[in-house]
């Protein structure tokens, strides 16, 4: 991103480095980081402290548990995958899956920039992405 150009998350000016990195829902951290405990429990011998679990790995996992919306792994593949046929950035498809919102005037105030670029603009704008939030709670319905 130039000097220049200032970075707006609610136009989804939010740098070049930012627009192509993979971003992950909490849901999704959950279960990496659940998998690498199970692996580190699995290896873990008293003797051997390098095998032990940091406390920094242990907040990190409890936090990513509490806030995620959705536990089985199924209904985690389900969710990107539903958000991305909206034609979403990472950011938003990540702000959405994590925050769950109800209706579209809440999406939208949580992620401004579903109503930037023409892409979710007037009634049937909000009509998608009412859609597209009435197809994750079916999602959450039958986890």
Not at 40 to 45: G, K, L, P, T, Y
Not at 52 to 72: I, T
Not at 87 to 116: H, R
Request: with cysteine; charged share 30%.
């Amino acid at each position: 991103m130039s000097g220049e150009e200032e970075e707006n998350a609610a136009e989804l000016k939010i740098g070049e480095e930012f627009l192509k990195a993979k971003c992950l829902m909490n849901c999704e951290v959950a279960i990496i980081l659940e998998h690498k405990y199970e692996q580190i429990q699995q290896h873990s011998s008293e003797s051997d402290p390098s095998s032990q679990v940091s406390q920094v790995f242990e907040k990190s996992l409890q936090y990513v548990k509490r806030f995620s919306r959705y536990k089985n792994p199924d209904a985690v593949r389900q969710v990107r995958e539903t958000l991305s046929r909206y034609g979403l950035a990472e950011f938003e498809l990540c702000t959405l899956g994590n925050l769950c919102p109800d209706t579209s005037g809440e999406a939208t105030a949580l992620v401004p920039s579903l109503k930037s670029g023409g892409r979710f603009v007037g009634d049937a704008g909000d009509e998608k992405i009412e859609k597209m939030l009435n197809d994750l709670s079916l999602i959450k319905k039958f986890e």
